[in-house]
């Protein structure tokens, strides 16, 4: 039977509580009260760095409500049962045919499952650059972006049908564990990235078809530096670039100037502090370098339209932490 835990910042790399499972858990610093899960790379005799797990196996995990983050890409197939997701403060609902999309570092929880039955996909950056020798090969996909735009998809039997067929296959060539594994997994893998890429051109959604060189530097500077360096400048001086074009490359590629985009990314992980710490607003403040409490309660204000407190009280999130 699971348990729900919670580790504080003086817990490392403590061993998942569900037998057999594939993860690890380990506590990061700056959220003392949000688990991590790592890919464990001692699942199998070589090392792997991607699997599949059905969902009604893994019940443990998947009934645990407690927000966690993972440090991998998943993609989890939804083939029967009902319940809800809430991933970066959005709340969706799980139903038959649904592909539910989580980039590293998002932070889910579930809520009220009831019969899931399915298959997850695991998979870390590692095993794509390895072998499809592409760096830019996961950012051009929409599902991977890490902002929400497309969190997840509602597909058509026969589409779902098609792909849960290959996920099967996967299922079966761990079990064979040959020579040529890896690269059988990564065709697969392609098969489905490339089956859902053109399934959200499909609705209507614009699929990306190329990475410029500066925003893929850009945006894995931002992720590194974000709590630290607020300022386009920064950033243009790292990638050596003039600031005015890097807003232009963004504008162009992403839609939105540089600027933009960190103020994004600084709103996307105040958010994430205030609904799934235990964390102060002073505390969040000096973590994600404000000088003052009280600019950080206006900068939040004024990308959000509501004070901290505010958006903790009437957030999504409520619905799973009453």
């Not at 564990?177 to 614009?206: G, Q």
């Not at 509501?306 to 958006?311: F, I, R, T």
Request: proline share 2%; glycine share 4%; aromatic share 14%.
């Amino acid at each position: 039977m699971s348990k729900i835990v919670r580790f504080s910042t003086d817990c490392n790399d403590l061993i998942s509580i569900y037998d057999n499972f594939l993860f690890m858990y380990s506590a990061t610093s700056d959220q003392q009260w949000i688990r991590r899960v790592d890919f464990n790379l001692s699942k199998y005799s070589e090392h792997f760095l991607i699997d599949v797990g059905r969902l009604e196996s893994l019940e443990g995990f998947v009934r645990d409500d407690a927000p966690h983050t993972l440090s991998f890409y998943d993609i989890t197939f939804i083939q029967s049962g009902s319940g809800e997701l809430c991933l970066d403060g959005e709340s969706i609902i799980l139903e038959s045919n649904t592909i539910v999309f989580t980039s590293p570092f998002q932070v889910r929880s579930w809520k009220s499952l009831n019969s899931l039955k399915g298959i997850a996909l695991f998979f870390v950056r590692d095993f794509v650059n390895m072998l499809f020798n592409d760096r830019y090969f996961l950012d051009r996909f929409m599902f991977f972006d890490n902002s929400g735009v497309i969190s997840h998809l509602k597909v058509d039997s026969e589409f779902f049908s098609n792909i849960f067929e290959i996920l099967v296959e996967m299922e079966k060539e761990f079990q064979t564990k040959d020579i040529d594994t890896n690269e059988i997994l990564a065709s697969n893998l392609y098969k489905i990235l490339a089956s859902l890429n053109r399934k959200t051109r499909l609705h209507n959604l614009e699929a990306k078809v190329f990475v410029n060189p500066y925003i893929h530097a850009f945006k894995q500077l931002l992720e590194e530096k974000f709590k630290e360096e607020h300022q386009v400048n920064f950033y243009a001086q790292e990638l050596a670039i003039t600031s005015s074009h890097l807003s232009d490359l963004c504008k162009k590629n992403l839609g939105v100037n540089a600027s933009e985009i960190i103020k994004d990314r600084l709103v996307l992980e105040a958010k994430r502090l205030i609904l799934y710490t235990e964390l102060n607003i002073k505390q969040i403040a000096f973590a994600l370098n404000f000088s003052e409490s009280a600019n950080f309660n206006r900068f939040f204000k004024n990308n959000v339209g509501c004070s901290p407190g505010s958006y903790l009280k009437y957030s999504p999130k409520r619905q799973f932490y009453p």
